[in-house]
């Protein structure tokens, strides 16, 4: 199970990853993950990453390609792969079909923006513990106190509502553009060209994992 997650910040793609990470037994791979461990590593290209980042630079898509295809060659991908936040713009899409790099299955958890920002500018944080609540969905027994503690409740900067907004534009720019892209290779034909599966994140989190494992056979 080869495959690639795509879904705006506060879609609950991480949620799902876990799920099917789970179900799958397969690794879910990040280019931060797969970088840090490339620099710690020493290795060649893993060296030349992190001179680029040194000074300041965006690390080059033929870097993170054969970063990919290394890792990807390793013991634990043996039954496949999860891509979560990766690939993030159409050449590094275009640059992994020209190496090689096989996807089984294309998923989307789509939700509203209106719907991310209600989500994640209402979520609250009791910092000491790491409890969650939101103002709306699971609000505390007491406007901005933690129910165990009674101590202050705080918003991350993170969840701002002007930052979350922020996070949702960069999203449609440069990533948005992934959907269409992979909705046309699974509509062109080609039989090399992933499956594309879009899910309702809208629905409560097990509706969403029943119908994703669903989509992928399981």
Request: hydrophobic residues 40%; proline residues 5%.
């Amino acid at each position: 199970m080869r495959l690639i997650l795509l879904g705006a910040p506060g879609a609950g793609k991480g949620t799902q990853a876990n799920y099917i990470r789970e179900q799958f037994g397969i690794p879910q791979i990040s280019t931060g993950d797969m970088l840090r461990a490339a620099v710690k590593a020493g290795t060649p290209l893993g060296l030349e990453a992190k001179a680029i980042m040194d000074a300041g630079g965006l690390v080059r898509d033929d870097i993170i390609i054969g970063l990919v295809k290394e890792r990807i060659a390793q013991d634990d991908c043996a039954n496949g792969f999860l891509f979560d936040g990766f690939p993030r713009t159409i050449p590094q899409a275009e640059a992994m079909i020209a190496a090689g790099v096989d996807i089984d299955y294309v998923v989307e958890i789509d939700v509203p923006d209106a719907a991310i920002v209600e989500r994640m500018a209402g979520r609250r944080v009791h910092v000491a513990s790491g409890r969650t609540y939101h103002i709306t969905f699971n609000p505390p027994k007491v406007a901005g106190k933690d129910d165990e503690t009674g101590e202050d409740l705080i918003q991350r900067d993170d969840d701002h509502e002007e930052t979350v907004k922020k996070r949702l534009a960069v999203y449609h720019e440069q990533t948005e553009v992934l959907v269409g892209f992979y909705g046309e290779r699974a509509a062109s034909g080609d039989a090399k060209a992933p499956k594309y599966v879009k899910i309702d994140g809208t629905q409560p989190v097990d509706v969403v994992r029943g119908n994703v494992l669903k989509a992928l056979g399981a």
